[in-house]
Every structure is written in structure tokens, then in C-alpha cells.
């Protein structure tokens, strides 16, 4: 340390220089020892913010879970989503796969259910039926249908168009989207 330079001035110093930034009326000395006029008080928000950190993360229980505010709830999180991490980088499963692996155990866990409840002297759950009406199912072919009907319109128009710039763009899309799909399901 240079001569002259003490550590309670260097500390002085490097509290000024912060407090520079913030609106001051009276100089703050480090060591002092009332606590109302300590750099701390004069500090509201860390870093200058306007508003506080709860309210910037959008309040509610999404800012308690992001700043652990309730311990359970932010835990719960973080090992769900570890979950999902192991489960789709290291052992490569994909939603699909999952989702036909949870509905196999759903069954399976049914099917002992049912068939023990009898050994058990217990009665069998009543699982609610799921139907789901037709007209869901006629709606979205319709709406499939003339989204194919559309394209295939469209290509027609550009094959039969006589604009051989437009067929060329057209031509190198439709491979490369093909051999992009043909890569996607060999995987």
C-alpha cells in the first residue's frame, strides 16, 4: 500500500465513490456509528433500482419461488426440473416417449388395482370415462384438410405458374425440408 493511504480511507473512499451515484446531501464516512446515516440506509434498492426485486420478477408466487420464499414449493421446483433435465439430456428420452411410458405405468397400476381389490375385499375404483366428442375430431380434420388443400393449391399454382424463380425456391425448400423430416425420423 502506498504511504499515506490507510485502510479506513481507502474504505471511505470506495463508499463515496458508490454513493456518488445515489442522490446524497451530506458525505458518509465508512466507520461511522450512527446506523440511520450509514451507506446502507442511503442505499433503498441494490444497484440504484427503482422498483424492488419481488416486483421486478413479476410478484405472486412466481417471485416467492424464484427467491425462495416458501422453501417447499422452490425445492419442489428445482428437483422437477433437475428431473426433466436427467430425463432429456442424459438418458435422451423425448416427450413422446415419456408420455407412453407414464400412460403403460397408468394401466399397469389400474389393472393390479382392480384385479387385487378383489383379493382384498376392497371394491374396484371407479375410473371416470373420457369422451370426447365427435364434432372436436370433425373440426379439426375439416381444418387439417384445408390447410393441405391450401398447400397443395398453392403448389400447383407455382408448378403451373411459369415463374421459374419462384419454382426453384419453391424445389430447393421441399428438399431441404424433406431430407430435414427423413433425418428427424431415422433419429
Same mark, same amino acid.
Given at each position: 500500500?502506498?504511504?499515506?493511504?490507510?485502510?479506513? %480511507?481507502?474504505?471511505?473512499?470506495? $463508499?463515496?465513490?458508490?454513493?456518488?451515484?445515489?442522490?446524497?446531501?451530506?458525505?458518509?464516512?465508512?466507520?461511522?456509528?450512527?446506523?440511520?446515516?450509514? =451507506?446502507? $440506509?442511503?442505499?433503498? +434498492?441494490?444497484?440504484? +433500482?427503482?422498483?424492488?426485486?419481488?416486483?421486478?420478477?413479476?410478484?405472486?408466487?412466481?417471485?416467492?419461488?424464484?427467491?425462495? +420464499?416458501?422453501?417447499?414449493? %422452490?425445492?419442489? =421446483?428445482?428437483?422437477? !426440473?433437475?428431473?426433466?433435465?436427467?430425463?432429456?439430456?442424459?438418458?435422451?428420452?423425448?416427450?413422446?416417449?415419456?408420455?407412453?411410458?407414464?400412460?403403460?405405468?397408468?394401466?399397469?397400476?389400474?389393472?393390479?388395482? %382392480?384385479?387385487?381389490?378383489?383379493?382384498?375385499?376392497?371394491?374396484?375404483?371407479?375410473?371416470? +370415462?373420457?369422451?370426447?366428442?365427435?364434432?372436436?375430431?370433425?373440426? $379439426?380434420?375439416?381444418?387439417?384438410?384445408?390447410?393441405?388443400?391450401? $398447400?397443395?393449391?398453392?403448389?400447383?399454382?407455382? !408448378?403451373?405458374?411459369?415463374?421459374?424463380?419462384?419454382? =426453384? =425456391?419453391?424445389?430447393?425448400?421441399?428438399?431441404?425440408?424433406?431430407?430435414?423430416?427423413? !433425418?428427424?425420423?431415422?433419429?
Amino acid at each position: 500500500m502506498p504511504e499515506g493511504i490507510t485502510p479506513e %480511507s481507502l474504505l471511505n473512499n470506495l $463508499a463515496e465513490t458508490i454513493a456518488d451515484g445515489v442522490s446524497k446531501k451530506k458525505s458518509v464516512s465508512f466507520f461511522q456509528e450512527d446506523e440511520s446515516k450509514s =451507506v446502507g $440506509a442511503q442505499f433503498n +434498492r441494490l444497484f440504484g +433500482r427503482q422498483n424492488p426485486i419481488y416486483n421486478v420478477l413479476g410478484g405472486g408466487k412466481s417471485a416467492d419461488v424464484l427467491l425462495w +420464499r416458501n422453501k417447499k414449493i %422452490s425445492a419442489g =421446483v428445482l428437483v422437477g !426440473a433437475t428431473a426433466i433435465w436427467v430425463l432429456f439430456e442424459w438418458l435422451n428420452y423425448n416427450f413422446i416417449s415419456l408420455l407412453c411410458f407414464g400412460l403403460i405405468i397408468g394401466m399397469i397400476a389400474q389393472f393390479v388395482w %382392480s384385479n387385487a381389490s378383489g383379493l382384498l375385499n376392497r371394491s374396484p375404483s371407479k375410473v371416470p +370415462r373420457i369422451v370426447l366428442p365427435n364434432e372436436l375430431f370433425i373440426n $379439426a380434420a375439416k381444418s387439417v384438410g384445408a390447410e393441405v388443400n391450401l $398447400a397443395l393449391g398453392f403448389l400447383q399454382d407455382v !408448378a403451373c405458374g411459369g415463374n421459374l424463380k419462384q419454382f =426453384v =425456391v419453391v424445389f430447393l425448400i421441399a428438399i431441404i425440408f424433406f431430407k430435414s423430416f427423413q !433425418a428427424f425420423l431415422s433419429c
